[in-house]
């Protein structure tokens, strides 16, 4: 039983030579195989699942999802059994997360990706009820109040003294977590890996809900690239630059753009340079095999 994950992996200073104010919270070490982001947001739908007696939870996800990967591996850890619809057309070969997952004993359901894209209905998850009357469902990267609560388990790694947070943004459950238990008069910073500007409201929207003042956090636009899960050749220079300068890989999706986004703010806007800064490494790596 893994019950806490070791959170001590932050790589000293003077690994980053370029921006030597700034901490990586090595995320991506928190399990060999595993990501930490994903791992700390299923952790509180664990707690649920058993507290409500079940004995089964149910997500969804593409083929190479950090988060089914995650959520196989706690399975198999937590001894709780694990279902993962995934978003495949028929005879697309198997990935190797699926084969991770296979093997920690998930049992992989292959829907059709028009299937997949009902994901946010009621209807999609009415019909995993009646299929699987005693589960658990989780929605995929879902925002909900546990996933957030659980990415506030990051300050456990976050150097006291700083002054200034970076994360990647995705569905934004990571950068909420971090600006629920932020310690007075730290700035979180989140770099959205999407363009779409809709979500930026929504955004902005779901943490005044959660009353999170504006003061709180920053988000910084123009560093998606062409756009979420999009890649470029100048993103893919910088992540080879950055891996054999720190030793640290980068993932395409997410640390890619954020870590890319806070070296242009340091070096070419010369910005921060007085600060404490942490960023996080969410992990994902997994991902890249192929
Ligand atoms: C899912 C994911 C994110 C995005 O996190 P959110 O909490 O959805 O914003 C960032 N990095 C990695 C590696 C991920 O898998």
Redesign the pocket.
Known sequence: MTEEFNTTFVVPNDTWAECPNVVIVRGDLIHPIV?G??LY?LEPHFKNAKNLNKSLIVSVGGRYS??LHALAWMGNDRGIATIGFVRSYSGQSVTPTMLDCAQWGMQLKYIEPRVYDERYETSFWSQIEKDYPDSYAIAE?GWSED?ILG?SQWWSSIPIGTNLVV?????????AGLLLSAPQGVKVVGVP?YRDPTGYQDLRDSLHKLGISPSQYELWPGYAGKGFGRSSAQLKQFADAFWSQTGVQL?P???VKSFHALHDKLLNQRAFGDLKIAILH???LQGLRS
């Open positions: 990501s982001n994903k947001k950090n988060h990267g996933s990415s994360t990647a943004v995705g569905s934004g459950t990571t950068l890996v993932d999706v997410y640390n969410t992990g994902g």
